[in-house]
């Protein structure tokens, strides 16, 4: 079992930033991809961004493409997700997961095995 916790969520106004964290345990970016996903009321779960543990290679997609940035620090035990220029549509619950199984990292949710228990972020003026 790979225990996540996310962190960082808020209420911010159009055109405003957030970080979000993810803590995980030890040594776990040295192996596992991370992904973040979010999911709006109503609506499916949303791949956003992922991190690979081989080669930190990263993936957005094309809705926050520009806007956010993912990142790591192994020696914290954290990844970022550095979130600028937020709009209203980015209003939903946040998670990040992690799994080991592939070589580079996807935001296919499927691919994903363990997850954090998620952090609002609200984007309203």
Known sequence: QVQLVGSGGGLVQPGGSLRLSCAVPRFTLDYYNIGWFRQAPG???????????????????????????????????????????????????YYCATENAYLYCSVSRDHYNYWGQGTQVTVSS
Do not use: H
């Open 43 to 93: 609506k499916e779960r949303e791949g956003v961004s992922c991190i690979s543990a081989n080669d930190g290679s990263t993936y957005y997609a094309d809705s926050v493409k520009g806007r956010f940035t993912i990142s790591r620090d192994n020696a914290k035990n954290l990844v970022y997700l550095q979130m600028n220029s937020l709009k209203p549509e980015d209003t939903a619950v």
